[in-house]
């Protein structure tokens, strides 16, 4: 079985300021990680993916994320926030070979992140 | 089509009505799969389908919902007989099969349907 923790349901930021949503993952295999953004009434959009290459994964729109197995952690950061990053964001977790390979998506709760002026 | 489209974009139905949800996938993709986002809720898979086989069907909730694929391409999804806890967003999502023996395909998400059971 697979799980995915999102530990804030709401962020709140200054614009320009460092954002840090945090993700914790549960799998019985090796796991592909994604984090998501919904902004409202639109579909949701990949921003990174971590398929056990480079532990450091670098996304759209600045954001990046840190795969760390020993802590099952893939917190998303991005340096400087912008008004246009206001979204929800969800982390997702996919079971990797030997798993579910064909790829059914968990989802966590999601984060809301909201940026003010 | 540039991405995946869904219609209708936004669903009003009676208790008891019966519904059905379409989802047209990228072109050439192998994998389609729907998912059911309750307001302020993470997405939930509830079945997927390779081409025109459904290999797994295990997040459908009751026998109500049914999906198909009968060619490969476009998928629908019905509910019968709605109730009011079917209200939700649903998600389709589609992608191209990973390379052989390691990692799934990226999946693309639809716009989605608002589904309001009064």
């Known amino acids: 079985a697979q799980s995915v923790t999102q530990l804030d349901s709401h962020v709140s930021v200054s614009e320009g300021t460092p954002v840090l949503l945090r993700c914790n993952y549960s799998s019985s295999y090796s796991p592909s990680l994604f984090w998501y953004v919904q902004h409202p009434n639109k579909g949701l959009q990949l921003l990174l993916k971590?398929?056990?290459?480079?532990?450091l994964v670098k996304g759209i729109n600045g954001f990046e994320a840190e795969f760390k197995k020993s802590e099952t952690s893939f917190h998303l950061t991005k340096p400087s926030a912008h008004m246009s990053d206001a979204a929800e964001y969800f982390c997702v977790v996919s079971g990797g070979a030997g798993g579910t390979s064909y790829g059914k998506l968990t989802f966590g709760q999601g984060t809301i992140l909201t940026v003010h002026p | 089509g540039a991405g995946v489209s869904q219609s209708p974009r936004y669903k009003v139905a009676k208790r008891g009505q019966d519904v059905a949800l379409r989802c047209d996938p990228i072109?050439?993709?192998?994998?389609l799969f729907w998912y059911q986002q309750a307001l302020g809720q993470g997405p939930e898979f509830l079945t997927y389908?390779?081409?025109?086989?459904?290999?797994?069907k295990s997040g459908l909730p009751s026998d109500r919902f049914f999906a198909e694929r009968p060619e490969g391409s476009v998928s629908t999804l019905k509910i019968q007989r709605t109730q009011q806890e079917d209200s939700a967003v649903y998600l389709c999502a589609s992608s191209s099969p990973g390379l052989a023996g390691r990692r799934i395909g990226t999946q693309y998400f639809g716009p989605g349907t608002r589904l309001t059971v009064l």
């Open positions: 072109s050439g993709h192998v994998s």
């Open positions: 971590y398929t056990s290459a480079a532990t």
């Open positions: 389908f390779q081409n025109e086989a459904q290999l797994d």
